[in-house]
Each structure stands twice: as C-alpha cells, then as structure tokens.
C-alpha cells in the first residue's frame, strides 16, 4: 500500500513510519496511509521564508495574477483526473465539482483581482494624505508582501477548494505557502498538489504541502507568518492560544463550527415561490457534500403557524434524495468521509434528540444504492423539531457535521433574529422573503452576529449562488463560534498577507517610492510630446506646460448651443444676482474639453484612444475673457489584458491640471481670497500602445538578407521541414494571402475562431512545431520547384502579387486557413508573423 505524498523542501518525500491507514469512504477498503514521521518542520517552514518568497516578492502583481490564471487553466485541462479519487471521499459528481472546479474558479477570481493592484510587487493604498500647509510635508500608505510563509491547516471536507481558496490569495499576495489538509482526504490534496508541481507554473518553494496532522507545527513560526486554521472550535481555540502565536504576535484567522441559520419570511406563506425556494434550499444544504459543509444550514428558522408545512415539505424533499455509490448517477448523496465521522455525528443527533425529536430519517437504518452502507460511511439525513428554542440550548450550540438540520418557530421576526443570534456567531445566514422592509429589518439586526446574508426570492433565485456557497470576491468567516476571522474577500483578502505601513515625505520622494505621482511634486519636464511616448516609456511624474487659451463669450454660447447645456450661468447673466457667479461662466465641461484641446497631440502615435475620465473637481469659476493654460503630467500606469483585435495596450493615468494664466497679473482687489491659480483638476485615461520588439519588420531588404544566408544545407532548430520545403509552404501562403487560393473551409473550430483571429494583434510568436492545417502531420510533401533558388524566386514572385493584390483592392477581405477573413492591415501581421516565425527556425534572424 502506497504511502501518501509530502513535498517539502523542493522533493517528494513519505513519513519514515507504517503510517496511518486511509479508507474508502465508500467501500471501507484501506487504499493509502500517511505518515509524518522525519519531517524537518523548522526547516519545511524556513525553506519556504527563503526559497519560496524570494521570487514571489520579487513579481508584480500583474505577474502574479497572470501566473495564477496560467494555473488555473492548466489544472481545468486536467480536472477529470481528480474526480476518481474525489469520488473515494464519498463525494458525488457535484460534489466534487464544487470542490474541485470551484478551487480552480478561485484561481481564476483571484487572478482578475490583478486589475485592482499597481503593476508593481507592493499596493500603494488608498489617497494621499497632506500634512502641511504648504503641500510640502506628506503622507500615504503602502502594503508590502510579508516576509513569511502562509500556514494553511485545513478541514476534510473540501480537499482542493479547502486548499486553493487560501493559497490563491497568498500567491497573489506575494507569500509562499505551507499546506496541512486533513489525513483523510489528504490524498485528493496531494494529487492536486502534484499537478501544480509538476506544471513548473508556481516558483519553487510557493507551495509545501504536509499531508498529515503534525502537532508541533505551531512551535516555530515567526512574526512575519500568517495562520489559517479551518476545523472545530475546539481544536482552533487551542491553536489560537498557543504560546508561539502570542510571543511573536503572529496573525491568526480561524474558520471554526458554525451553527448557521436560515429564516423562512412571514410572508413566505405555502404556495409562494419563496417558499418553495426556501424548502428547495434547505434540502439542499442538508445533502450536498452530505452535509459536511462549514456554510450547511443547521437551524431551520420558520413562523410558528407554518412549522407542520415545512415539515411535510422538507420531509418530502428529503424522500427524493437516493444515498449510495456517488459514481453512479442516480445517486443524489454520498457518504461522510469516513467511519469515525459518522459516529461524531450520531453522537451529535443524541445530544440534540435530548431536547429536540427526530421528525425525518433513522440513525440505525440506511438504504443505499450500489453500495453496503455497513462497509462506507454512509448515514440518513436527519430533520429534528425542536418546539421549544429559547428553552433548549443544544440546538444553538452542537453542530452535527453531517445531514442535519433542525427546525424551530418563532412567533416575530425579533424573535427570529433573537433565535439566529442564539448560535453566537456563524460563517452565513439567509432569509427567503419577498417582502424587503422584512429583509432590511433581518439583515440590518442580524449582520452583526453573522459573516454572510443571502435574500432569497423569487427574483434572484434563477441567478443565486446559494446559501451555501463563499465567493472569492466576499469575505468567508464569522464573529464568535464561527472564529472571528476573515478568508477570501477579494483585495480585502489579500491584505492580510501584506504589511500596511504609513510613509511620510515630499511629494516629490513618495512619488518616487510608490510610483504614483503625488500633487506638488516636482515634474519631469518631458523631452518630447507625452503622447509620442510608448506604454513602457512613459513614467509617473512625466510632464507637459501646454500654450494658453483665452475663452470668449462666443465659446460659451456655441458650447451651450452644441451641448443643449443652458444652465443660467452660462446663458443668462441677467439671474446671477445672489449666486456665486460673478460674469458669464465658462462651462465646467467646455473647460476641460479645451484643456484637452491643449494638451491633446493630434498625430497617429502610440496613444490608441480615451480610456475615461476617473474624477474631475471645478476648483473656481472662469469667466469669458479668462485664459488658460494646462499642466499634462503622468500619474499612473496601470497594466491591462488585451483580447480584443488590438495591439497590447496599458492604461496611463494623466493628471490634468487647469490654470488662470493670467492669476499672477491681477490686481490683488480682483483675486477675491482665490489664492491659487488652479481652478480645476481632473484625472483622465488613456489607452497607449506597448511597443512591438518581438518581431523584425519583414521589409524586402530585410528579406532579402534573411534569404541570402538560406543554403540547402541550413538546418532547422526545431521541426522536420528543410529549407526548401519551408520557402514553398511560404509561397503557398501568399497564394492564399493574395487571392489565387481561396477554394477552401477555415480549419479552426467556429467556437474559438474570433480568439485565435485577435491573437494576430499580439506580440506572441507562434508556437514552435504549430501544424499548418494542409501539410500532413509528421510528413514532408513532395517539392514543387527543382532546386532552392528556383523556389525562392517563385517565393518573391508570390509575395509580390501578394503587394499588389492590396495595393489594388485595399478594402478586401481574404479567407485563410487558421485565422478566418483577414483585411490587408491583418494580413501585415500574419505575414510578419509568419516570416518571422520560419526565419527562426532556419536561424535567419540570428546576428
């Protein structure tokens, strides 16, 4: 029998003893151990304080998400190997798709978060804050990856989700990871674990995983660690208290038992779709991973007149879910994970039969299909009623980790949230109700005992992702039982694993150390229009002082007129008595559209478009006759995903600030306490170009030249074409690129044709070994021409009807085979591509 897995320390590795067996949650059979025995835990630990945050630190945050989404992918393309070992935890198909496929989709979600964050390794957060009167003295926050490692112990229940949702967020962060799933999944862990290994796609050292229980794990962390624990309160307030954690003030966050509660509306009446919406979520809380969910619904929270219909309803609901084998399909319930749990939870239901009945299911009696459920971990749901709430406490207290629910009246719906609050703190609650004065009173009450609130009703249920279920963007914890932390959350999640310090210095220096141009600063006068500078060229702090520009009434009125704008200020200066206007004033937009006016340089250059306009603040009025004059300056870049048929772009952040030219020349009686020349302020965005260095510009020159050192005897660096053979596919091409071939279907499936046709635009070279869809996999084709220099002379012949093909029908659009109709701008970027991609390949390019 194979032992389980660790990787630890840059290898794989088994504990040093027999080790502890693991069972099929179904069939009981013993099929795996595991074993910890000989582990090096300081040195697990440090390993990845070195080793695994070195390189994370090091990478952007646009790297990082990028990396996380690369990841996601790989692990979706390799999904159906984890379901046959999901299916050992007792797991149905959609179990394990929650499990499974939901860690990947937190991958996913915490890779968009990317967008959110500078492009650089650390966040600068929030606005900047003055200190001084004169703008000279100043402050702002930066987060900063801590220098440590991210100390996962996690539950059974969710081997990978349990996993992923956590590391997804310290990847992102910047922080190595050190993973501990429970033993008896842990298998499906290490599987998952391995992939992620193998794919080369994380640094070395970003994730360790232990797949065992180990004790002194605790004994040696360090003040830059985080913490994360997700099990049982007890063993969490254990952990929460050991001394280590409290010497070195180590962050801690536990996500413990929850006693989560959902309330059925007053209004949710029998024969309402709330109601059955209700009843329907109920259910399914109740059986879904067998009710072995930290989220599960475990009080059913309805008004007294209607606990007989919820009973009945639940009950009937219940008799639809067949239990056995989660491989076959028509079992709806699997099992708990194994033996032992399944006496934790008949322990549970004894305590809580004390002082509630069992009004569904038996604990002694099962009927499973396509399985012995003497053998698995099998057991029925279990509903109890427990008539009496505010006198029994167990059933605000015991949580049986497995199919059961208990419900429970109550006569107001203060008595509601009174009994919702008696569980002293959960993960979730929820509340079906279509009448939202109801909601509002529950969730407004209520929140302060709860983690999460869903409403229900009928117009969200089509689009609800259910009671049950944490979203990455969402925090995941709860006050009290629930362990008073927090998970996921989007930034908010990621911040836990950075270190919030406030900086203090001249706008000029903390410009230069957060990458962010503050207001006063010095600028950086640019050498040349900001607007001629590519994306990577420009930087924060760079500047442009435009020429002025006198407004006049005739501007006012025609602006208003254009703009339909005939606000009184603006139209009629015969009402301005009693405002704060003092002439005809200019109008706030018809400033900031000649500011641009300005400071807009009119060529075709590398800026692409207007991204919007983040913020804008008219600081004073100005008045016909009034002249202005623009400050231009970069504030930010922000990087950007491309996949639209576009060259890659990032967004620059400008801060635009507009003056009174003539501030300075006014007689003090005028300037009226205006004692800054600055009279508005706006943050604008623009899409710029990346500039393109992937790829030489196939000139017929640089042709030419490529072509001139091209013998028969030039070997290719990869793939079994010669050189020959590679200037006849090329010829062929340009028969399709200039018409003569066009008697052919499009090779690319219809479903990712629009994809592949946008990847022109990009600056990734084509795959080496790509196969062209005419040539035989593996297999050269007979040549056309009797030698080389023949078939490179065809090679221009072709490119050159090829030119003029263009020249003459510059609007056509051609069919090709892999990328779909191409106009003449397209067929540029396929040929560069293409020529480029084949001059490599026989090493043309090469110096």
């Given at each position: 029998?194979?032992k389980i897995?660790?990787y630890?320390?840059g290898?794989?590795?088994t504990?040093?003893?027999?080790?502890?067996?693991?069972?099929?949650a179904?069939?009981g059979?013993?099929?795996?151990s595991?074993?910890i025995e000989?582990?090096?835990?300081?040195e697990?630990?440090?390993?990845?304080r070195?080793?695994g945050s070195?390189?994370?630190?090091?990478m952007?945050?646009?790297e990082r998400?990028?990396?996380?989404?690369?990841?996601a992918?790989?692990?979706t393309?390799?999904k159906?190997a984890?379901?046959?070992?999901?299916?050992?935890?007792?797991?149905?198909?959609?179990d394990s798709?929650?499990?499974?496929?939901?860690g990947f989709?937190?991958?996913?979600?915490?890779?968009s978060?990317?967008?959110l964050?500078?492009?650089?390794?650390f966040?600068?957060e929030?606005d900047?804050?003055?200190?001084?009167?004169?703008?000279?003295?100043?402050?702002h926050?930066i987060?900063v990856?801590?220098?440590?490692?991210a100390?996962?112990i996690?539950a059974?229940?969710?081997?990978?989700?349990?996993?992923?949702?956590?590391?997804?967020?310290?990847?992102?962060?910047?922080?190595p990871a050190?993973?501990?799933?429970?033993?008896s999944?842990s298998?499906?862990?290490e599987?998952?674990?391995?992939?992620i290994i193998d794919s080369?796609?994380?640094?070395?050292?970003?994730?360790?995983?232990?797949?065992?229980?180990?004790?002194t794990?605790?004994?040696?962390?360090?003040?830059?660690?985080?913490?994360?624990?997700?099990?049982?309160?007890?063993t969490?307030?254990?952990?929460?208290?050991?001394?280590?954690?409290i010497?070195?003030?180590?962050?801690?966050?536990?996500?413990?038992?929850s006693?989560?509660?959902?309330i059925?509306?007053?209004?949710?009446?029998?024969?309402?779709?709330?109601?059955?919406?209700?009843?329907?979520?109920?259910?399914k809380?109740?059986?879904?991973?067998?009710?072995?969910?930290?989220?599960?619904?475990?009080?059913?929270?309805v008004?007294?007149?209607v606990?007989?219909?919820?009973?009945?309803?639940l009950?009937n609901?219940?008799?639809?879910?067949t239990?056995?084998?989660p491989r076959?399909?028509?079992v709806?319930?699997?099992?708990l994970?194994?033996?032992?749990?399944?006496?934790?939870?008949?322990?549970?239901?004894?305590?809580?039969?004390k002082?509630a009945q069992?009004?569904y299911?038996?604990l002694?009696?099962?009927?499973?299909?396509?399985?012995?459920?003497k053998?698995?971990?099998?057991?029925?749901?279990?509903?109890?009623r427990a008539?009496?709430?505010f006198?029994?406490?167990?059933?605000?207290?015991?949580e049986a980790?497995?199919?059961?629910s208990?419900?429970?009246p109550?006569?107001?719906?203060?008595?509601?949230?009174?009994?919702?609050?008696?569980?002293k703190?959960?993960l979730?609650?929820?509340i079906?109700?279509?009448?939202?004065?109801?909601?509002?009173?529950y969730v407004?009450?209520?929140?302060?005992?709860h983690?999460r609130?869903?409403?229900l009703?009928?117009?969200?249920?089509?689009?609800?992702?259910?009671?049950?279920?944490?979203?990455p963007?969402?925090?995941?914890?709860?006050?009290?039982?629930?362990?008073?932390?927090e998970?996921?959350?989007g930034?908010?999640?990621?911040?836990?694993?950075?270190?919030?310090?406030?900086?203090?210095g001249s706008?000029?220096?903390?410009?230069?150390?957060t990458?962010i141009?503050?207001?006063?600063?010095?600028y950086?006068e640019?050498?040349?229009?900001p607007f001629?500078?590519h994306w990577?060229?420009?930087?924060?702090g760079?500047s442009?002082?435009t020429?002025?520009?006198t407004?006049t009434?005739?501007?006012?009125?025609n602006f208003?007129n254009v703009?339909?704008?005939?606000?009184?200020a603006?139209t009629?200066?015969?009402s301005l008595d009693?405002?704060?206007?003092?002439?005809?004033?200019?109008?706030?937009?018809?400033?900031?559209?000649?500011a641009a006016?300005?400071?807009?340089y009119?060529n075709?250059?590398?800026?692409a478009?207007n991204?919007?306009?983040?913020s804008?603040?008219?600081?004073?009025?100005?008045?016909?006759?009034d002249?202005?004059?623009?400050?231009?300056?970069?504030?930010?870049?922000?990087?950007?995903?491309?996949?639209s048929?576009?060259?890659p772009?990032g967004?620059?952040?400008?801060h635009?600030e507009v003056f009174?030219?003539?501030?300075?020349?006014?007689?003090?009686?005028?300037?009226?306490?205006?004692?800054?020349?600055l009279?508005?302020v706006?943050?604008?965005?623009?899409m710029?170009?990346?500039?393109q260095?992937t790829?030489?510009?196939?000139?017929?020159a640089?042709?030419?030249e490529?072509?001139?050192?091209?013998?028969e005897d030039?070997?290719?660096?990869?793939?079994i074409m010669?050189?020959?053979h590679?200037?006849?596919?090329?010829?062929?091409?340009?028969k399709?690129?200039?018409g003569?071939?066009?008697?052919?279907?499009?090779a690319t499936?219809?479903?990712?044709?629009?994809k592949?046709?946008?990847s022109?635009y990009?600056?990734?070279k084509f795959?080496?070994?790509?196969?062209?869809?005419?040539?035989?996999?593996d297999?050269?084709?007979?040549?056309?021409?009797?030698?080389l220099a023949?078939?490179?002379?065809?090679?221009?012949?072709?490119r050159?009807?090829y030119?003029?093909?263009?020249?003459?029908?510059p609007?056509?659009?051609?069919?090709?085979?892999v990328?779909g109709?191409l106009n003449k701008y397209e067929?540029?970027?396929?040929?560069r591509?293409?020529l480029?991609?084949?001059?490599?390949?026989?090493?043309l390019?090469?110096?």
């Amino acid at each position: 029998m194979n032992k389980i897995q660790h990787y630890v320390q840059g290898n794989w590795t088994t504990g040093n003893e027999e080790g502890t067996p693991i069972l099929d949650a179904i069939t009981g059979e013993a099929f795996t151990s595991v074993a910890i025995e000989g582990l090096d835990i300081p040195e697990i630990l440090n390993y990845g304080r070195t080793k695994g945050s070195e390189q994370l630190r090091k990478m952007t945050f646009q790297e990082r998400g990028n990396m996380l989404k690369k990841l996601a992918l790989y692990l979706t393309k390799r999904k159906d190997a984890f379901y046959d070992l999901s299916y050992r935890t007792g797991a149905t198909k959609v179990d394990s798709w929650i499990d499974i496929e939901g860690g990947f989709g937190n991958l996913f979600a915490n890779a968009s978060l990317r967008k959110l964050f500078p492009n650089q390794p650390f966040h600068v957060e929030g606005d900047a804050i003055d200190l001084s009167r004169g703008g000279r003295f100043m402050a702002h926050h930066i987060m900063v990856p801590k220098k440590g490692v991210a100390v996962h112990i996690n539950a059974f229940n969710f081997p990978v989700w349990g996993m992923l949702e956590k590391c997804a967020v310290n990847w992102m962060a910047g922080v190595p990871a050190v993973v501990l799933p429970a033993p008896s999944s842990s298998y499906l862990a290490e599987a998952v674990a391995r992939t992620i290994i193998d794919s080369g796609i994380l640094p070395e050292g970003a994730l360790q995983i232990i797949n065992g229980t180990v004790k002194t794990i605790l004994d040696t962390v360090e003040s830059q660690d985080v913490v994360t624990f997700t099990g049982s309160a007890q063993t969490g307030r254990l952990l929460k208290a050991h001394p280590r954690l409290i010497q070195e003030s180590v962050p801690f966050t536990m996500e413990a038992d929850s006693l989560n509660a959902s309330i059925l509306g007053e209004d949710a009446v029998p024969g309402t779709p709330e109601f059955d919406l209700f009843i329907k979520e109920v259910r399914k809380e109740m059986t879904v991973k067998a009710g072995q969910k930290c989220t599960a619904i475990r009080r059913i929270i309805v008004p007294e007149n209607v606990v007989e219909d919820v009973q009945i309803a639940l009950g009937n609901a219940l008799d639809k879910v067949t239990i056995g084998d989660p491989r076959l399909k028509e079992v709806r319930m699997g099992s708990l994970v194994s033996r032992q749990q399944v006496q934790a939870v008949r322990d549970s239901v004894n305590d809580l039969a004390k002082e509630a009945q069992i009004v569904y299911g038996d604990l002694d009696k099962i009927e499973t299909i396509g399985a012995d459920a003497k053998k698995g971990a099998f057991i029925s749901p279990i509903l109890l009623r427990a008539d009496h709430p505010f006198q029994n406490t167990v059933i605000h207290e015991r949580e049986a980790f497995g199919p059961v629910s208990t419900i429970m009246p109550y006569k107001n719906l203060d008595e509601a949230i009174t009994l919702a609050q008696m569980g002293k703190g959960s993960l979730v609650s929820s509340i079906a109700t279509n009448d939202d004065k109801i909601a509002r009173d529950y969730v407004v009450n209520a929140a302060s005992h709860h983690g999460r609130i869903l409403v229900l009703n009928r117009e969200s249920a089509k689009e609800s992702t259910g009671h049950g279920s944490p979203l990455p963007y969402l925090v995941h914890g709860g006050p009290g039982r629930a362990g008073g932390g927090e998970e996921m959350g989007g930034m908010r999640g990621i911040k836990h694993y950075l270190q919030r310090t406030a900086i203090q210095g001249s706008p000029t220096t903390i410009t230069e150390i957060t990458g962010i141009y503050q207001q006063n600063a010095k600028y950086k006068e640019a050498e040349q229009h900001p607007f001629k500078y590519h994306w990577e060229d420009i930087q924060p702090g760079m500047s442009l002082k435009t020429h002025k520009r006198t407004i006049t009434d005739t501007d006012i009125i025609n602006f208003a007129n254009v703009t339909w704008d005939h606000f009184y200020a603006h139209t009629d200066i015969t009402s301005l008595d009693g405002s704060i206007f003092e002439k005809r004033t200019a109008h706030g937009y018809f400033i900031i559209s000649a500011a641009a006016g300005l400071f807009v340089y009119p060529n075709k250059g590398p800026v692409a478009a207007n991204y919007g306009l983040d913020s804008i603040r008219f600081l004073r009025p100005l008045y016909h006759n009034d002249t202005i004059d623009v400050r231009l300056t970069c504030k930010e870049k922000v990087d950007r995903d491309v996949a639209s048929a576009e060259h890659p772009s990032g967004i620059v952040k400008w801060h635009v600030e507009v003056f009174d030219a003539n501030f300075e020349n006014r007689p003090e009686s005028q300037k009226n306490q205006k004692d800054s020349p600055l009279v508005a302020v706006a943050t604008i965005l623009t899409m710029v170009q990346k500039k393109q260095e992937t790829f030489v510009e196939m000139t017929e020159a640089k042709i030419n030249e490529c072509l001139s050192k091209l013998s028969e005897d030039t070997k290719p660096k990869w793939g079994i074409m010669t050189a020959q053979h590679m200037i006849e596919h090329l010829e062929y091409t340009y028969k399709i690129s200039s018409g003569e071939i066009q008697d052919f279907e499009i090779a690319t499936p219809e479903k990712i044709l629009e994809k592949v046709h946008h990847s022109l635009y990009n600056y990734d070279k084509f795959p080496k070994n790509s196969h062209f869809p005419h040539l035989e996999k593996d297999t050269l084709d007979d040549l056309k021409h009797p030698d080389l220099a023949t078939a490179i002379e065809k090679f221009k012949e072709q490119r050159e009807k090829y030119i003029q093909f263009f020249k003459e029908h510059p609007e056509a659009k051609l069919k090709n085979l892999v990328f779909g109709e191409l106009n003449k701008y397209e067929s540029y970027l396929l040929e560069r591509k293409h020529l480029n991609h084949h001059f490599e390949q026989f090493g043309l390019l090469d110096n």
